[in-house]
């Protein structure tokens, strides 16, 4: 099956950098088959004319955990990046919850990202079963890690660590989910015992690590208690840095040890407002890319973030980093949307198939309306600054995965989001009262 969009604007954020006005792209069975300023001569299909839109690639939240919108508004003026926070917080409310809660919180999450122009994401949590039919359905390109914290006790590594393997076997064959494992934080809630079967698993299945990494620098004074070298010495040490690992946060990583994670499948995920809003610190951003570290960016949970929308967290980390640094543009934004886009699809391996529009990628792109505001005067404002500075993911009207809509000229095409909407209230609901017993 053959669609041919026409938009005024194609921006493919590849190696060239190719910009195309107006722009033609064809899709063929699920894939990107030409990009071209005029039509193709012998074209026989669909022709879909979208109007004063721009088509870009679709984006890549890379850390954050879809379940938790259940608890946006739970965790004000605490920071979940510290024990008392999460246990107070957090822990509290997963004690209560089950796991019928969790389809509506999931279809939830996945209508946002897909509205904000999202089209792939990676997530950390448990009750798999529940999510998987929920992402399935929204059609979304998903990464999604089975959530392990086994404290060190033998019971709850063998429960866990069985719940994974059963997961990874669930997805092994899914056109569109990953499956990872996603040990919550080594060596703080995931003991050397199941790191050693995390590391077997990730073999087995062909597959890598999605964590926590460096939010307080707890791992790296335990490490260097215990072994007298830093979390990611000791994870190089043990063969881990070999497989692929989806870092969230990074915010105390030693300098010293960025070699280590330069030519290895490590990709350092930046949460900006997450981080902010925790008040935890700012990510190292431009030192590690200087030290050619893969970066890419992500939402985390929206709990206290409080927003799925990806334009505004490649606003946020620009800003922040600028004012860090006290220089403008530190970051600059075409490198901003490449941690957006291609710095996700490298972090789950998918760098050929997505992260950028190219003949032979998946069709897995966006659309953002010209006739809204924010881009004028178009010829003054780069596209580029335009889109991680001037407008924001309420632009997006059109989402395609593989070549299928998700949303088209901003209507879902495969949730029902007032159902879904209602189910989270009465979710929500359900746990207040819970909570007050
Ligand atoms: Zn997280």
Known sequence: MKTLLKAAQVVCLDAQDMIFEPGYLLVADGRIHSITSSPPDDFAGTAVDLGNKLI?????????????VLFRGLAEGHSLFNFEGWYNTIRMVEE??????IPAAVLVSCAEMIRTGTTTFADQYFWMEQIVPAVRQSGLRAALGYGVVELGEAEARQRELAAATQFLQS??????IQGWVGPHAFFIDNSEAAMAIELDLAMAFNTGFHIHLSTSGEEDRYCLEKYGRTAIQQLAKMGMLEHPILAAHCLTVPPEDYPLLADVPFTAVINPSSAMRNAAGVADACGMLDASINLALGTDNVTNNNSYDMFKEMQIVGKLMALHHRTPNALPTRTILHMATLGGAQALGLADEIGSLEPGKQADLITLDLDEIGWTPRNGQDVYTALVY???????????????WLLKDGRFQTINYPQASQGLERSYQQLSEKLSN
């Open 56 to 68: 870009m690639p679709g984006l890549v939240n890379a850390h954050t955990h879809s379940p938790m």
């Open 96 to 101: 209560v919850m089950t796991p019928e809660m």
């Open 171 to 176: 997805v092994a064959h899914d056109p569109l």
């Open 390 to 404: 001037g407008i924001s993911g309420m632009h997006v009207r059109d989402v395609m995965v593989a070549g299928k």
